[in-house]
């Protein structure tokens, strides 16, 4: 359907005798068309506006993105995850994370992380998660989020998530004093995604077996930097990575024990 500002495309349900057509999605008409016909493949597109002596072929090159809201409750530092393989997102809040199917947005379940309790006014919630590289283990990292952007970390909570996207808690793990100041940013270890996890701090890089709360290092920084680190990205066999801080950069090659200081 085309008007002067917008074009609305629908889509009939087939499987429904009613044949009422629902919304799929809306486009700018940036063409001024009064007239849009659209092939099969929702590809190639003719669009013609009154007074126009010929028409105009457009073929698509790129998927708009257009934003469709699904939530309307504020999620200020939230994390999501994509796990195509399953055709799914991932959602977290405060001390739960919601599943979201990939093509209708609905959502499909909802998992309760038990939380520990707070000792003091800073309340503990989930700080952020990671998936194993074949999307079959959730890992839940929790903790504080205390003053000048700084998260203090108490928990690790490891899911196992079912071909019917269901999920079942594999491991719940306190972790001692030491894990405090370690990046909310975490992989699960490619080798031995059933058993570890990899964190990283300002002075080394640390493997945690989550399944008998053991932690071994795995490489210590020449170049310690000066604060907890904010992202950490890995290369896909984790031989090599790069952090970053609120004050350092720092390139790392795990195997060849090279560090480049890329902020000096």
Known sequence: ???????????????????????????????????????????????????????????????????????????????????????MFMISDDDYVQIHGEKNYKLINRINVPLQQSDTDDEIEIISIAKSQDDKHLGILSGKNLIKGIESIYSLHIYIIHEDKSHTLKASCHLPESFRSVSKSFVFDKVNPDN???????????????????????????NPIQSQPDYIVFSEFQHELILASSDDVLWVNIVKKNEVDIDN
Do not use: A, W
Not at 71 to 78: A, I, M
């Open 1 to 87: 359907m085309v008007t002067d500002t917008h074009v609305y495309f629908y889509k009939f349900d087939e499987d429904s005798k009613s044949l009422i057509p629902k919304l799929v999605t809306t486009m700018n008409n940036f063409m001024g068309c009064i007239s849009l016909l659209v092939d099969s493949n929702d590809k190639i597109c003719v669009s013609y506006k009154s007074g126009q002596n010929n028409f105009t072929t457009y073929k698509r090159k790129y998927d708009h993105g257009f934003r469709e809201i699904i939530d309307s409750t504020s999620r200020e530092g939230t994390c999501g995850l994509s796990f195509p393989s399953k055709g």
């Open 196 to 222: 570890s996890v990899i964190f990283v701090d300002n002075i080394g890089i640390k493997r945690y077996n989550y399944m008998v709360q053991s932690m071994n290092e795995m490489y210590k920084f020449k």
